[in-house]
């Protein structure tokens, strides 16, 4: 079972070169945020860009910002109730429309949108309100909407068991709308579909397309 959220890779890249050795800065391997660190970060950033810090606009931006990142990569706590399928239900149990919200990896700017999210049941049920925690859990983190696709579905396969799973995310990603191409009001939809939602079929079709 996935219990905890791994820090990606950073990437090291750039289109203009090799770019500074990032290699060699220090990092907790464990993905604990240091606050202090953060902003101090933040304000050789903001440096960097030629803006004043001490400025009395952005005095406290450093502090505020490291708060908001630290927000946004923090998933709240929670357990996985799962209870017995008494009942012998057989049908699909969707749950469309959970908004949810990442950053991107490549640029730390947001993509937001929705997940629709089901599975077919087993022996066990899952708390609806558990799929929305779940998407949150790997959400919240430095991210691509793929991998996020996969490791929603490979997580309720291995928390329930069910005889099928399936996931559609569709996201607007500002890294697209501001930057770039500045295409704004694309959405990209991914999806990943195991077990007897892994062939197209009437279950299946009940997904967003």
Same mark, same amino acid.
């Given at each position: 079972m996935l219990t905890q959220m791994q820090a990606p890779t950073a990437?090291?890249?750039?289109?203009?070169?090799p770019g500074p050795d990032l290699s060699t800065h220090d990092a907790d391997p464990t993905g604990v945020i240091n606050l202090p660190a953060a902003e101090h970060a933040i304000a050789d950033f903001l440096r960097a860009l030629g803006r004043d810090v001490n400025a009395p606009d952005l005095a406290q931006t450093p502090r505020r910002v490291a708060g908001a990142f630290s927000e946004m990569l923090t998933p709240r706590q929670t357990s996985w109730t799962t209870f017995p399928n008494d009942?012998?239900?057989s049908?699909?149990?969707?749950?469309?429309?959970? =908004?949810?919200?990442?950053?991107?990896?490549?640029?730390?700017?947001?993509?937001?949108?929705?997940?629709?999210?089901?599975?077919? =049941?087993?022996?066990?049920?899952l708390g609806l309100s558990k799929l929305a925690r779940a998407l949150e859990l790997f959400a919240r983190n430095l991210q691509v909407q793929e991998r996020l696709t996969i490791q929603v579905a490979d997580w309720l396969m291995e928390t329930l068991n069910p005889r099928g799973a399936g996931v559609v995310l569709e996201a607007e990603h500002l890294c697209m709308s501001l930057r770039g191409v500045q295409s704004s009001g694309t959405t990209t939809r991914t999806s990943m579909f195991y077990g007897e939602l892994g062939v197209p079929g009437p279950l299946r079709d009940q997904f967003p397309n």
């Open positions: 990437l090291l890249e750039s289109h203009r070169g009942a012998g239900y049908e699909l149990v969707l749950v469309k429309n959970i =908004p949810f919200h990442s950053l991107c990896e490549h640029h730390l700017l947001p993509f937001r949108g929705v997940a629709h999210i089901g599975y077919l =049941p087993g022996d066990r049920l």
